[in-house]
């Protein structure tokens, strides 16, 4: 079976860290081709996996000439199932698979509230009609397309985590990290959507009640000038650390005290699942996403995102209670431990043989 996935770039974004730890179990058990414009973090990962990397050249994601180039790939590979990734390559693949008579799968990496009524998600919609088939990582966003192209069915596949890699990496002396404070982690992209603000506010009370306790906020991001001078305004000097992207985020894990994500909404989050498998205890907002990733309050504590006392609270009883958010923590792993990419990755190749058969004979059911 041959297998074309399309991506932007291997930036540092969770469907990139996605699609990196697919591509080598898949590579070996299929032939594994990804076409993409950049490299960025997660491209060493996806040269090493075996899979045929094919450079697509454009100024940026709406260059015209991505059209012609992909068509002419899709006509030269053939592939058996090509699957695309983000808004833009999910119009640019449903419009070449429309043309090509080729088999084509969206990837769903977030919600309704996700895509406000924009020119070019409408567009992604429109052309989410050809799709044989949406593969989300979350409910809510198969609930999503259930809305917006009722008549194209979703398949709910959650993320692959590093289960092995993340348990292999030691875990750092805390006071190396963090002098002999408790550390408070939070991580992701420096926009909106994150709710960087808020966590923000929540920390900055924190830390003045908790003399031993310091924050780090690690990620890079459109926001990220305007919550570098919030910081800098509360004065808590090296206390609250924005250090930008960590490339070692999983010994961050083991040796904090809690991971902290206050976002609006989400897809499903690798760095939830991350601190999840890291055995990290996490204080989440409380959103569809977070709840039917870990089981509402069972496995995490889950806060109203617009109140930073309340954020504050929940961090507080964690450094406050580390034996019952260990305990809680243990029941997150449980949840995430057999998401481990050849477990993943064999529910693709599984996903994607179904869906040639589907089509090979209509009346079968994809379900």
Request: hydrophobic share 45%; proline share 6%.
């Amino acid at each position: 079976m041959r297998v074309l996935h399309v991506i932007p770039s291997m930036g540092g974004g969770g469907a990139e860290r996605e699609l990196s730890l697919l591509a080598g179990p898949l590579a070996r058990h299929c032939d594994l081709h990804v076409a993409l414009i950049r490299e960025g973090p997660n491209f060493a990962r996806l040269a090493g996996s075996g899979a045929t990397i094919h450079r697509l050249r454009a100024v940026n994601n709406y260059d015209p000439r991505l059209v012609t180039q992909l068509y002419s790939l899709v006509r030269r590979l053939r592939p058996d199932v090509m699957q695309t990734w983000l808004t833009q390559m999910d119009t640019l693949g449903g419009a070449v698979a429309g043309h090509t008579g080729t088999p084509w799968i969206l990837s769903e990496r977030a919600s309704a509230a996700y895509y406000p009524p924009t020119v070019k998600n409408r567009l992604r919609v429109a052309f989410g009609r050809r799709a044989a088939l949406v593969q989300s990582n979350s409910v809510e966003g198969a609930k999503y397309w259930a809305v917006v192209q009722p008549h194209v069915r979703s398949v709910v596949i959650p993320n692959p985590v590093a289960i092995d890699e993340i348990e292999s990496t030691p875990a750092p002396d805390r006071f190396v990290l963090g002098g002999s404070r408790k550390i408070i982690l939070s991580a992701g992209r420096f926009d909106r959507q994150k709710n960087m603000e808020r966590l923000v506010d929540a920390l900055a009370l924190v830390l003045r009640r908790h003399d031993d306790a310091i924050a780090v906020v690690a990620g890079h991001g459109p926001q990220e000038e305007e919550i570098r001078r919030i910081v800098a305004k509360l004065g808590l000097g090296e206390r609250l650390r924005l250090p930008g992207y960590l490339t070692d985020l999983w010994a961050w894990m083991k040796a904090a005290s809690l991971f902290v994500s206050v976002s609006h909404f989400e897809g499903q989050p690798n760095v939830v699942v991350e601190a999840a498998a890291c055995r990290c205890p996490q204080v989440l907002s409380d959103i569809p996403e977070h709840r039917e990733l870990l089981a509402g309050g069972e496995s995490a504590l889950l806060v109203d995102r617009h109140d930073p006392e309340a954020i504050a609270a929940a961090i507080e009883n964690v450094l406050d209670a580390p034996t019952a958010a260990a305990e809680r923590a243990a029941r997150a792993f449980e949840v995430v431990a057999h998401w481990t990419p050849p477990e993943i990755a064999a529910r693709h190749i599984e996903l994607y043989t179904r869906v040639l058969a589907a089509l090979a004979a209509p009346a079968r059911a994809i379900a």
